[in-house]
């Protein structure tokens, strides 16, 4: 019977073997066609990995293939008799920690990968703190390259102490692997008397992971006003979490304003119930202003213009506090600032105040509602990835730990001795606060 349904993301550093192991697994598991095998066979010609380079099942790019890395994210799909899977083989290259943190958005399960000669490495560490922060519970600690150090027991068990400590709380399956040669891949090994766990392959059949997103709140990010006639207003989105009805009673926001869901339309006609991952088209009783970005909601809320969240910096340029930029929140796209400066690849706590109040919910209760991306106007790069932690609390009306460009300007100006000088103070800082 299948188990439905699996992402999997690779996370480790540098040689650590992850593309080498996603192309054992695909190819013992006889999820590879065989003219994409006779092409790796003589792609493998002129290269030490043996007969089969197997990291040429996912390292794609002609630059991946020259240079021996993994630089972009690989997906990967394929399945056995039990389950589907979706793999995203992830860079493990500081360079490209960015390109992690996106194939592991999606992931039910990271694949922690670590050289058994090397140890934890400051990259391993850093992808599995990501990892954490984007949601995963469940873990399989990939001892690899066992080969090379005898699959010596107390090694494996002292890598899997460490990780213990890193993802303390989670759910950690450990296997001695050896990539290259198969080991614990698909069958176990008779190199590995002492592991008594399930292999790879068994193991990633078999997880039960908690998608159900169903008993969670109401939540429809508005994506297009429909108004093809002057009869008919609806309002086009996926349905995020939760479930709505028809006659049930839903919450527009930001204005706050109430009414009942009138119809539920699709393409293939109206329906009673809207579900998860449903793109439908809402219509209401009532006449509301309504716009791409605003949300309709069922349940407790949180509407705030200040919260806290996690959040992984992308951007080569360095996070400013001193400037603003654009929070993209599901269909919300609103400008922001945030009060602490990260450099590139780094992870912190940032306390963030939108010029609009946003409904939001935090990160470990609602992935959809709960994550946000950072855009730098200047460029229209991606600079970051935010998962919202909580909700921050008011005084007088202003953010608690966080002050606003307005206070900051005043400051200056306040602090010049001359008006001349505060004159010149104010004008850089708008200058630097709109580059």
């Not at 699996?6 to 006889?30: F, P, Q």
């Not at 043996?50 to 997906?75: C, H, K, M, N, W």
């Not at 979706?86 to 360079?95: C, F, K, R, S």
């Not at 008397?193 to 059949?205: D, H, I, S, Y």
């Amino acid at each position: 019977m299948s188990a439905g349904l699996l992402r999997i993301c690779t996370a480790g550093s540098v040689d650590d073997g992850k593309s080498t192991l996603i192309g054992r697994l695909l190819y013992d598991s006889r999820a590879v066609y065989e003219d994409q095998l006779h092409s790796i066979e003589r792609a493998s010609k002129n290269r030490s990995a043996g007969p089969i380079d197997f990291s040429l099942f996912t390292d794609g790019l002609r630059a991946e293939r020259e240079q021996g890395i993994t630089i972009d994210v690989a997906y990967r799909y394929f399945a056995t008799a039990r389950r589907k899977f979706i793999l995203a083989d992830t860079p493990g290259h500081e360079q490209y920690t960015r390109n992690m943190a996106t194939g592991a958005s999606t992931a039910d399960v990271a694949i922690l990968l670590v050289d058994a000669r090397h140890g934890v490495r400051p990259q391993s560490r850093r992808h599995a703190q990501i990892a954490r922060l984007l949601g995963i519970k469940d873990y399989v600690v990939a001892v690899n390259k066992m080969d090379l150090v005898d699959f010596d027991r107390s090694v494996f068990d002292t890598i899997v102490d460490e990780f213990d400590q890193i993802l303390a709380g989670a759910r950690l399956h450990p296997i001695p692997l050896s990539a290259l040669h198969g080991d614990n891949v698909i069958a176990h090994s008779e190199r590995t008397p002492w592991f008594t766990g399930k292999p790879l392959l068994e193991f990633l059949e078999s997880v039960t992971v908690d998608r159900d997103v169903t008993s969670f709140p109401f939540r429809f990010p508005v994506q297009l006003v429909l108004r093809p006639t002057h009869e008919f207003r609806g309002y086009a989105g996926q349905v995020l979490s939760g479930t709505v009805t028809k006659g049930e009673p839903v919450t527009v926001w930001p204005s706050g304003r109430t009414t009942r869901v009138k119809q539920i339309v699709t393409f293939d006609g109206e329906l009673d119930v809207a579900r998860p991952g449903q793109s439908v088209t809402l219509t209401l009783e009532d006449e509301i202003d309504i716009s791409r970005g605003d949300m309709i909601t069922a349940g407790p809320v949180n509407v705030s213009q200040h919260f806290r969240a996690d959040v992984v910096w992308m951007d080569e340029r360095p996070l400013d506090p001193s400037r603003v930029y654009v929070v993209k929140h599901t269909t919300r796209a609103v400008t922001a600032e945030l009060d602490r400066a990260l450099q590139l690849n780094q992870i912190g706590s940032v306390n963030v105040t939108t010029a609009r109040p946003v409904m939001i919910d935090a990160y470990a209760e609602n992935r959809g509602t709960g994550s946000f991306i950072i855009i730098d106007p200047a460029t229209n790069f991606t600079a970051g990835a935010g998962m919202i932690a909580e909700v921050l609390p008011e005084v007088d009306g202003r953010q608690v730990g966080g002050s606003s460009a307005a206070e900051r300007i005043a400051r200056l100006a306040r602090a010049a001795s001359t008006e001349q000088e505060a004159i010149e103070a104010v004008r850089q800082a708008l200058e630097k606060l709109l580059s």
